[in-house]
């Protein structure tokens, strides 16, 4: 099994904004969830986005609801995360994750079994 691979971390200042890209390797994600996750220093791993592969039905975690925005390219097999208006506490690590198969555990690390190896994101105040 190829990996995921995630790329577009780094460090940005407080308002700023920044795209992750995942790239997928592969169809075999259709009709299953595509998810971003995160995990900041000292804590659990969280689910933050998710969406159904093929369409727009998209779920977010409250930190970053009307923030972040998760999207696919289908063409170029890729999903993103555009976050803007970053903060401090936006800190982390983020991951990628493939394969979930319903919404209400898009949220679940358990419930993917595909993951990227991660992409640090750094943001100062």
């Known amino acids: 099994q190829v990996p995921l691979v995630e790329s577009g971390g780094g460090s940005v200042q407080a308002g700023g904004s920044l795209t992750l890209s995942c790239a997928l390797h592969?169809?075999?994600?259709?009709?299953?969830?595509l998810g971003w996750f995160r995990e900041r220093p000292g804590q659990e791993r969280e689910g933050i986005a998710s969406?159904?592969?093929?369409?727009?039905?998209?779920r977010y975690a409250n930190s970053v609801k009307g923030r972040f925005i998760i999207s696919q390219d289908a063409a170029k097999d890729t999903l993103y995360l555009q976050m803007n208006s970053l903060k401090p506490e936006d800190t982390a690590m983020y991951y990628c994750?493939?394969?979930?198969?319903?919404?209400?555990?898009?949220?679940?690390?358990?419930?993917?079994?595909?993951w990227g190896q991660g992409t640090q994101v750094t943001v100062s105040s």
């Open positions: 994750a493939a394969g979930a198969m319903y919404l209400t555990k898009s949220f679940r690390v358990d419930a993917y079994p595909d």
């Open positions: 969406i159904y592969h093929g369409t727009s039905t998209t």
């Open positions: 592969g169809d075999s994600y259709h009709s299953r969830y």
